[in-house]
Nanobody, 114 residues
């Protein structure tokens, strides 16, 4: 079973940046499509971004396109999300996940506020 552990969340001012990381245990990470999904306070889950196993296919939700960059390092079993020009609407718990295998981390909280 793969375990996912996110880190990098915190409090940031509007317009600021954060970089989230997700470290996976297990050898199956390198072959898995990985996602970032978020949940704002009092709201449902929102898919943010997806990356294929070989970095070849990357997609973003319209709400983050041009501001967020997903990447992965299979040698380090790590998934990342660089978030720039953050705004209060980006406040949420961010999860890394494989939606097919239903691997989920516990999430990391990002708060954008002045």
């Amino acid at each position: 079973e793969v375990q996912l552990v996110e880190s990098g969340g915190g409090l940031v001012q509007p317009g600021g940046s954060l970089r989230l990381s997700c470290v996976a245990s297990g050898s199956t990470f390198s072959g898995a499509v990985m996602n970032w999904v978020r949940q704002a306070p009092g709201k449902g889950l929102e898919w943010v971004s997806r990356i294929s196993s070989d970095n070849g296919v990357i997609t973003y939700a319209d709400s983050v396109k041009g501001r967020f960059t997903i990447s992965r390092d299979n040698a380090k079993n790590t998934l990342s999300l660089q978030m720039n020009n953050l705004n209060p609407e980006d406040t949420a718990v961010y999860y890394c996940a494989n939606l097919v295998q239903e691997w989920w981390g516990k999430g990391t909280l990002v708060t954008v506020s002045s």
